[in-house]
């Protein structure tokens, strides 16, 4: 494919050469007025542009313009916020008196498909647009934070609060328990690879979110089945800002500063209550425990977290230059984190050109975007060891040698117990560079011969390179550095993409049937390739050099897919949908390589109906009914189905023959591993009131995965493994989701826009095993020191939480370690699974998604809730806890307070006492704003205060209720911010 | 122009369709990773992957590049000879573990359930091993020139069913016929795996390497140890006792004027117990600080007796890195049983500052009392009991390891040394009704073990209680017990008892289908063909 990028430089000539054609020619004025319609009123700041070139103005207090054009100009626009857009053949005509009507909010909204992009009041599937006037305001990093609560059946999670850190996305809950879950995204027309480089947090992290233009989310299989084999989960398409033909440079200039605080800390026992507890439980820990124990008050919670202050600051500069539509941003991030020693800082590039060339045949579209971040880790385990260290140890003790200062307990203690947290964290140099370049260049030409035919090729390059390293000095506890006393730890990797795609478009109004065609055919090639290296090294022994462990990776896939789409609409009431894909990938070997994922829609504008017609109280009314076929592919193995081998790396070696040599292991495979298919089904209603001051959508779904890949038991003897990921189950997703948007105010000087939105989804295993054994337990989760906590069985949610069920004394206090028998067999109930029951899941039943706008004058006002019913979380922080951990052979830990309800001497890893109801309600932001909008100057300053994660509301007991996958084991705590930000526009 | 030049190019990128359809057979790009069909590209394939079948048995994969073998939840906790020794001793007189994983408590008490994750992982880990021996054996079947690999791979695959009758009884069968992918391996029973286990052993004998051609590599005496444990416990396994077998193979491995005995027992347990340094040695598995480690093996052995305080890794051991886990160390029966408390003190209170049991003249006892010899519960901390450091990653003399890692032993995990050879034959004769035969055997042990002939025993003072003892005393720690005492009917009876077991302070009588574990839940829900064990 080195032949796609020799295409690419090409085709840039060829643009270069294209867009230095645009002339010069003689003037003319032309003067005129420009009024609302309804009201009559004139329009000052309304713009005027000549099509095809560069020329402008806008109106004046009064609505009146007077603009030089050239004598062959063809035709002017004229536009106005809320108005819809006219353009007006200017022939021989000087004197332009022009009206603009209210513009039917959101019909005329263009929302963009698979391959193409159609009128939302024509789209058949189920899709969300959600432009940048609707994302979630503040200091916001990442691409996936602008949509949290935004869209019906869209739920996004953030990994915690750490700089720069990432959030799981999942649309209609997940299709699939081992392969990924992740919706696709596809980023101006390239479809990005979610698999990241290392050192990265965030997939996304390239995009700034300033540059966003809009979200389009594709939700049901008719929209996503054009995509085949990476849309079981959902595609998201991210467009970013471009330059507009014809209108004047603009500059935009953002400074934001915010302020960051953890919100609370966990509550733990202080250095007088833990020496409290040592006196009254001499009998268990022994005589000379409370010796070991000193005199300070230490509140280590305190002693890793800060204020964090981050800047964010971003330039934009968007235009025309002649013909040549332009923007170009740089964005520079600085966060800092609520943790010490943890911090991130990204700069940003963005370009983007799209020429219309060659009287409007050839439309260019050139994009490029570039990113460089750097990482600083810092060491999260110290969240762990700042709950569990002992408080009353100083931070610091100058007596010790070794320890570089620090307090450390003996190395023993270090082993088993705790590491001092302070140094865990300052001293961790755990640091990472991210860079990533995206460009593509799009180029769709209108057939000269056949003005019906375009066609259209994209051409994309991604890559992507992280390099990071993961130091600890020699003076760090060695259960921090093991094997090694110190450690020195590099890692490297690359990822590069390479995308081709080409189709034909076909459009013809066939006015004798009263019907139109929009056919799309094409074709699509996309190369992923991964490498990676890592070593560490570290100190032995003082007389010993460094010992080292090193790895490499290097892997790579295909996917080659042959699409097409037929669209058609009958007398502008009912539109028809199929699309049909056929994809091959290199994931699977013979017959399994290639799969078809055909799709079906239907369409009924029922608003068009002559019963409708003429009813002004709906605006719009459409059903639709949509069904498809889509693939998952994305199993994290690119080579699932081959017998292959891998060696040793140093240090499993064996002698043969006298000499340590590498092992060489045949790896588990199943040369019949296949695509999971899930098949949608969807009905969905979309409606308008009122002039579409009320409107909304209704969906309701079901989707259907079979040949799920599990990753299950092999019969022993049967395959390279214990385990094997092949395709044995079955699951369903049922759901329905009801978003509304209101506009109670819609005022020149006021406005008020509120948007609801309703998902509710219901996740059911159907299938997980070749044979249908009843009694099969499901798949387990657990480690070996907590026992099995969660599983995935048929007749369940997947991840549902496993446990025994705790008995209670008459007080309401569990009594330990007594369970109920489910099994009724007797012996130890706890932990036995047999006696386990299922006690809910970590997936919320509903989500409700809030959020408000409001406009008076220069003033701004937004917030965004979101509610979550039915979540459960397992306290793992709680769960840990107990006596007989808090004193072991002279050194001590701490916990939190949770041990005062329970009382347990010992831990209770099975007790569903643990898990509780984290159902909340989140302010996730609220936003102020005051735009200084003086017209006649240039300069349009922007002032506004947002504070983010401003309030949570919820009866669960740990830190914060939204725990991605429902284990709430101490993730980086999501900090409140407050943000300032000025903006200026010119 | 423009135009044509456009539409030229369109159809030029339409046109490469064809050729790219032909990307999506797609080869690895990994170095480390070696398609089935190119093993035959380089010699050295074919010793990597009989490497494998050993290594499988005492490391945990591939490291940095392939993870464990088994998805488990903790590699190295189950990695075959780790699981091995925590089944065969802890669930005995000679060692409970304090931890508090998941799993383990259950072992010390003898109250284990088919979801035992370590009897379970050390099933799925040997069916693994064989798994791996079939294919290798399936590839080298036909080739002349490998004939002697594919005899050692052999020989592990009979070893690993060994394991298999000895702790399942009924472990599912498969050979090299088998193929890999999605199937239902038949349940084999007992006996008749006793008859192939026989069979291939006894086939391969001729085929294997001379004695030490390339340790550790296994060698015709490491076939001949297997069978004779195999015949010493036939009757277990088949009903049928097979002294005479037993003996015939013992006489081959002691005759054959190969091995001897260590000078100093340590040997066997130090750095330096290769067969290189070590005379005795016969099979073991390799541990090398730098080429062969893990926290596995007798790494494990030696960390998980150590504690901060009364055995520090530090100074027995000369570890330094990651030390100390605190878990295992013996109970007060088996410390009477090896330091012969009655004999050594008369009746007496040891001494307080005899810690370490200096008065005993039995060189085998590396034991140390902990704050109590008692151990107050069946969890308590590793600081009770009777700590254990008969292991240790110096070499025998104390000096330094070769390959000397700070976190890694470079000991190796001892399976068959020249000892076993004569206690087998000691039983084996005693049970012929050779009883002077058998105290000969006996002697011979005893005399190493007390520098003289202060320790031996007349045919008159010659018990079947005490070969079983002597078995203790002299292999303790070396994963034996279980066996040994379910051969003596010692493992759940009511007259051996020790501390914790069946889970009360003295010890108490357990049910005797103990005497087998259970097939794993996983596995009997994996595989239909698979029954229970009774009694589970």
């Known amino acids: 494919m080195r032949i796609i990028r020799k295409k690419l430089k090409v085709f840039l000539f060829l643009v270069a050469i294209l867009a230095s054609t645009a002339g010069y020619a003689q003037l003319k004025t032309v003067t005129g007025k420009i009024t609302d319609a309804s009201s009559g009123e004139s329009l000052p700041g309304a713009t005027i542009a000549v099509m095809g070139t560069t020329l402008g103005t806008i109106t004046n207090l009064d609505g009146e313009f007077s603009l030089d054009i050239p004598t062959d100009a063809k035709t002017l626009q004229f536009a106005f916020v809320g108005m819809k857009s006219k353009e007006v053949e200017i022939g021989s005509q000087t004197t332009f008196n022009i009206t603009l009507e209210e513009d039917l909010i959101g019909l005329d909204e263009v929302v963009v498909i698979g391959y193409g992009s159609v009128k939302k009041s024509d789209a058949t599937g189920a899709v969300i647009a959600i432009s940048s006037d609707d994302f979630n305001k503040g200091a916001i990093t990442s691409a996936q934070d602008l949509l949290v609560g935004k869209g019906a059946g869209v739920v996004i999670t953030s990994a915690g609060g750490a700089p720069g850190s990432g959030s799981t996305i999942r649309i209609r809950g997940g299709s699939s328990l081992n392969a990924s879950n992740d919706p696709l995204i596809i980023i101006d027309g390239i479809p990005i690879d979610n698999n990241d480089v290392s050192g990265s947090s965030n997939f996304l992290s390239f995009v700034n979110p300033n540059d966003i233009e809009s979200f389009n989310i594709l939700k049901d299989a008719s929209a996503t089945a054009i995509y085949g084999s990476r849309a079981s989960n959902g595609v998201i398409i991210i467009n970013t800002k471009k330059g507009k033909a014809g209108s004047p440079m603009k500059i935009n200039f953002d400074m934001n500063t915010s302020v960051a605080t953890a919100i609370e800390f966990i509550d733990v026992y202080s250095g007088d209550e833990l020496r409290k507890i040592a006196l009254d439980n001499k009998d268990l820990y022994g005589a000379d425990s409370y010796n070991m124990l000193w005199g300070e008050n230490t509140n280590w919670q305190e002693e890793i977290f800060q204020t964090a202050i981050s800047q964010d600051n971003n330039l934009s500069v968007a235009g025309s230059y002649k013909a040549l539509p332009y923007r170009v941003s740089i964005g520079y991030t600085d966060q800092a984190g609520i943790m010490k020693n943890t911090d991130m800082q990204r700069l940003t590039g963005s370009l983007s050109l799209n020429p219309t060339l060659l009287d409007g045949d050839l439309k260019v579209n050139l994009n490029a975007k570039g990113m460089i971040t750097d990482n600083n880790f810092g060491d999260t385990g110290a969240l762990g060891s700042a709950i569990t260290m002992d408080p009353t140890k100083p931070i610091y003790d100058d007596s010790q040698t070794g320890s570089a200062g620090y307090f450390q307990w003996n190395n023993y203690g270090a082993n088993l117990g705790t590491p001092n947290p302070v140094e865990q964290l300052m001293d961790a140099d755990n640091k990472s560079k991210v860079k990533r370049i995206v460009g593509n260049i799009q180029l769709n030409y209108r057939i000269p011969f056949l003005p019906e035919l375009r066609a259209n090729l994209n051409m994309a390059t991604d890559f992507s390179s992280g390099e990071g390293h993961n130091n600890r000095p020699v003076t760090s506890p060695s259960n921090l550095t093991a094997p090694y006393w110190g450690r020195l730890s590099n890692y490297s990797s690359e990822n590069k993409n390479d995308l081709f795609d080409f189709y034909f478009n076909y459009v013809k109004d066939l006015e004798q049937i009263n019907s139109v065609i929009d056919a799309t055919a094409g074709y699509s090639w996309q190369h992923f390739q991964r490498e990676g290296d890592s070593w560490t090294r570290g100190y032995t022994d003082e007389d010993h050099p460094y010992q080292e462990t090193k790895s490499s990776y290097i892997t790579e896939n295909y996917l080659v897919s042959f699409f097409g789409r037929l669209n058609y609409t009958l007398a502008d009431k009912y539109l028809f949908t199929a699309t049909v894909r056929q994809d091959g990938s290199s994931r699977f070997a013979g017959d399994n390589q290639w799969g078809l994922f055909p799709s079906a829609a239907f369409a009924w504008k029922i608003k068009e109906e002559s019963f409708l017609k003429d009813v002004d109280a709906v605006s719009s009314l459409k059903l639709r009914l949509g069904w498809g076929v889509t693939g998952q592919q994305d199993i994290g193995n690119d080579y699932p189905a081959q017998a292959t081998y891998i060696s040793s790396s140093e240090g499993s070696y064996y002698p043969i023959g006298g000499q340590y040599i590498p092992t060489l292991r045949p790896s588990a495979y199943d040369p019949n591993i296949k695509w999971e298919e899930t098949t949608t089904e969807n009905i969905g209603i979309d409606f308008g009131f009122f002039n579409e001051r009320v409107s909304g959508s209704f969906d309701v779904y079901k989707r259907v995965t079979d040949d799920l890949l599990n990753t299950v038991t092999v019969p022993t003897g049967s395959n390279f493994s214990n385990t094997l990921l092949t395709n044995v189950g079955s699951l369903e997703n049922k759901g329905a989701e009801f978003s509304l948007n209101l506009i109670p105010i819609s005022k020149k000087d006021m406005s008020l826009e509120i948007g609801l939105n309703l998902t509710y989804n219901e996740n059911k295993i159907t299938k997980l095993l070749l044979n249908d054994d009843p009694d099969y337990i499901g798949i387990l989760y657990g480690s070996a020191f907590t026992g099995t906590n969660q599983v995935t069985r048929v007749g369940y949610p997947a991840y549902s939480f496993f446990l025994n069920q705790q008995v209670y004394d008459n007080n309401g206090n569990p009594i330990e370690g007594l369970y109920t028998d489910i099994s009724g067999d007797g012996g130890v109930v706890a932990g036995d699974n047999s006696d386990k029951y299922i006690y809910h899941n970590p997936v919320a039943d509903v989500l409700i998604g809030l959020s408000a706008r409001f406009n008076y004058k220069n003033f701004d006002v937004s917030a965004s809730t979101r509610t979550s019913i039915g979540n459960y979380v397992y306290n793992q922080v709680a769960a840990g806890t107990s006596y007989d951990q808090m004193y072991q052979i002279g050194y001590w830990k701490n916990f939190p307070q949770y041990l005062s309800d329970t009382q347990f001497v010992k831990r209770q890893f099975t007790s569903d006492y643990f898990v509780s109801n984290a159902s909340f309600f989140k302010l996730d932001n609220f936003s102020i704003g005051y735009t200084y909008a003086d017209i006649k100057g240039k300069m349009i300053p922007r002032l506004s205060f947002t504070v983010q994660n401003v309030l949570t509301i919820t009866n669960y007991e740990g830190i914060d209720p939204e725990v991605q996958g429902g284990m709430d084991n101490n993730f980086y705590p999501r900090p409140r911010t407050f943000m300032v930000g000025i903006g200026f526009t010119y | ?536």
């Open chain 2, 1 to 536: 122009m423009y135009k044509n030049k456009i539409l030229i190019a369109i159809f030029l990128s339409a046109l490469m369709i064809a050729s790219c359809v032909k990307d999506l057979d797609v080869k690895p790009m990994d170095p480390d990773v070696i398609l089935a069909g190119n093993l035959g590209d380089d010699p050295v394939y074919m010793q990597q992957v009989l490497g494998k079948i050993y290594a499988s048995f005492i490391i945990e994969g591939q490291g940095a590049n392939g993870g464990a073998d088994i998805s488990a939840s903790d590699g190295a906790f189950f990695t075959t000879m780790r699981a091995l020794w925590n089944l065969q001793e802890l669930t005995t007189d000679e060692a409970i573990c304090a931890w508090g994983d998941v799993g383990i408590a259950d072992l010390n008490t003898q109250t284990w359930s088919p979801s035992n994750p370590f009897l379970t992982a050390l099933y799925q880990r040997l069916g693994l091993s064989i798994t791996y021996a079939n294919d290798f054996i399936r590839l080298t079947k036909d080739d002349p020139s490998m004939v002697q690999y594919n005899a050692e791979a052999r020989f592990l695959r009979a070893l690993a069913y060994t394991w298999f009758i000895d702790l399942f009884a009924n472990p599912p069968f498969t050979t090299e016929e088998d193929g890999v992918g999605n199937f239902y391996p038949e349940q084999i029973q007992r006996a008749d795996l006793f008859n192939y286990i026989e069979s291939e052993l006894k086939s391969i004998e001729g085929l294997l390497g001379e004695p030490k051609f390339s340790y550790p590599q296994a060698d015709r005496a490491a076939a001949q140890m297997l069978l004779a444990r195999l015949y010493l416990n036939a009757e277990v396994y088949t009903g049928i006792p097979q002294w005479e077998n037993c003996k015939t193979y013992t006489d081959l491995v002691i005759n054959s004027g190969n091995y001897s005995l260590a000078s100093n027992y340590r040997q066997n347990f130090s750095a330096d117990n290769g067969a290189a340094q070590n005379p005795e040695m016969i099979f073991a598995w390799e541990q090398d600080g730098v080429n062969t480690q893990g926290y596995v093996g007798t790494t494990f052995i030696i960390e998980s007796s150590s504690d901060a305080t009364y055995i520090r890794a530090e100074d027995y051991h000369g570890l330094t890195s990651n030390t100390n886990w605190n878990g295992n160390r013996a109970t007060r029966e088996f410390m009477n049983l090896l330091v012969d408390t009655l004999s050594t003190y008369g009746g007496a209170p040891i001494p307080a500052d005899d810690v370490e049991f200096s008065q005993s003249k039995d060189s085998r006892v590396y034991l140390k009392m902990k704050k109590s010899i008692d151990i107050p519960s069946a969890s308590a901390s590793g600081d009770y009991g009777v700590g254990v450091y008969k292991f240790t990653a110096n070499n025998a003399d104390g000096s330094q390891a070769a390959n000397y890692n700070p976190a890694f032993a470079s000991t190796d995990f001892p399976v068959f040394r020249l000892a076993d050879a004569y206690l087998m034959r000691a039983e084996a004769l005693f049970n012929m009704g050779d009883a002077n035969g058998a105290v000969a055997d006996i002697n011979t042990i005893r005399e190493r073990a007390f520098g003289n002939t202060d320790g031996n025993i007349t045919s008159a003072e010659l018990t079947s209680q005490f070969i079983l003892d002597e078995r203790g005393r002299e292999f303790y720690y070396e994963a034996q017990r279980r066996t040994d005492l379910v051969r003596f009917g010692q493992f759940t009876d009511g007259n051996h008892k020790w501390q914790w077991k069946g889970g009360t302070y003295d010890g108490s009588q357990t049910s005797s289908h103990l005497n087998i574990f259970p097939i794993p839940g996983d596995e009997v829900s994996a595989n239909q063909n698979i029954l229970q064990n009774s009694g589970y």
